[in-house]
């Protein structure tokens, strides 16, 4: 690591990122630290971080909006890849990490910064995340991570702190570590480490408990465009109310909650709980739309791909090739993903009950066994000939020869 005069901190107001100012200052000689906070729609004041950034000695503290951004360029795209990690986990935080890393390296860009900085640390995901995207995006830049590095306790890093300025936490910090965002929530950490041990009511806030949702089903119909959620229940809505909405609507019926054993990029697995209710239930709807407008073969052939996709994001590399060739193949997909999706949503559920398009492929004079039929029955003895031939020559070979 060479020496840094300016850096730009990711900035969250907490212990860690907090105590990275004067560390960054006076450990590592670094002259001036601007903060960027990002606002990507987690429902917190940012105006006392930022005020918390200059206490801590920050030069400048700059908030940030990427809430738009984080929707129509990295939420959109995912849910057209119909983007769960390990079939579960539909990257909530995981498509922060890109988006934060731009914001980084662009304010790095317009204020002459020579470094940036996060306070992760060695054990997680998002260290991994924040570095290959910034080394995608601008290779010349230093990245700094004290956290990763100074081998402080939480203890030790309140008292470091304390040293320059910065007062110790009111309150006993919860035990539980959260992320949240406009798409969802992580817990993970306390009690949540035995994988034997129910998460408490306690953790969850987006997503109601089972015991509080209505009783009676709630139906809503989601519109997609070329495979974008655009309306619900007929009416349009833009990118970020579309989600604030679904998430209030879906999460009330107690639908959303995920809890995993999760493979993490450095090797070891931990117990997640995630709470996503619209973006889980986005992909749900959008997933039952292709398979009403996509040919069997294409959408067969695109699980592959979204499972790859879905690794590429969570191990960091939203900006490498691969990705950017699998987006092309996606986008090709997606020009007749245009229709209307009904889900039902009760008691924890989302299910898909009904689907329409102006691009479906389903053609009811073929699938019909009623007196409509127009399916040629004879046709499928040749078929069925043809498509077994080399099955039975397998067969009568085999047999033949005793193998």
Known sequence: MGRAEKV???????????????YLKHEWGVKEVITLAADLGQGEDLQPIKEKA?????SNSLVENGVERFVTEFAFPAIQANALYENQYPLSTALARPLISQMLVEAAAEHGADAVAHGCTGKGNDQVRFDVSIMALNPDLKILAPAREWGMSREDAIAYGEQFGLPAPVKKSSPYSIDQNLLGRSIEAGSLE??????????????????????EPEYIDIGFEKGIPVSLNGEKYQP?????????????????????????????????????????????AHRDLESLTLTGDVSQYKRGIEETYSQLIYRGLWYSPLKKALEGFIQQTQHRVTGTVRLKLLKGNATVVGRESPYSLYAPDLATYGSQDEFDHKAAEGFIYVWGLPTKVWSKLTKESNL
Request: hydrophobic share 45%; net charge negative; glycine share 8%.
């Open 8 to 22: 730009i901190l990711a900035y969250s107001g907490g212990v860690d990122t907090s105590v990275c100012i004067p």
């Open 54 to 58: 200059l206490t801590a000695g920050a």
């Open 194 to 215: 035995d994988p034997m041990v129910e998460p408490p009511e306690e953790v969850f806030s987006m997503t109601r408990a089972i015991a509080q949702t209505p009783d």
């Open 240 to 284: 970020v109310a579309l989600i604030q909405t679904l998430n209030e609507q879906v999460g009330k019926h107690g639908f959303g909650r995920i809890d995993m054993m999760e493979n993490r990029v450095v090797g070891i697995k931990s117990r997640e709980i995630y709470e996503a209710p619209a973006l889980l239930a986005l992909i749900i």
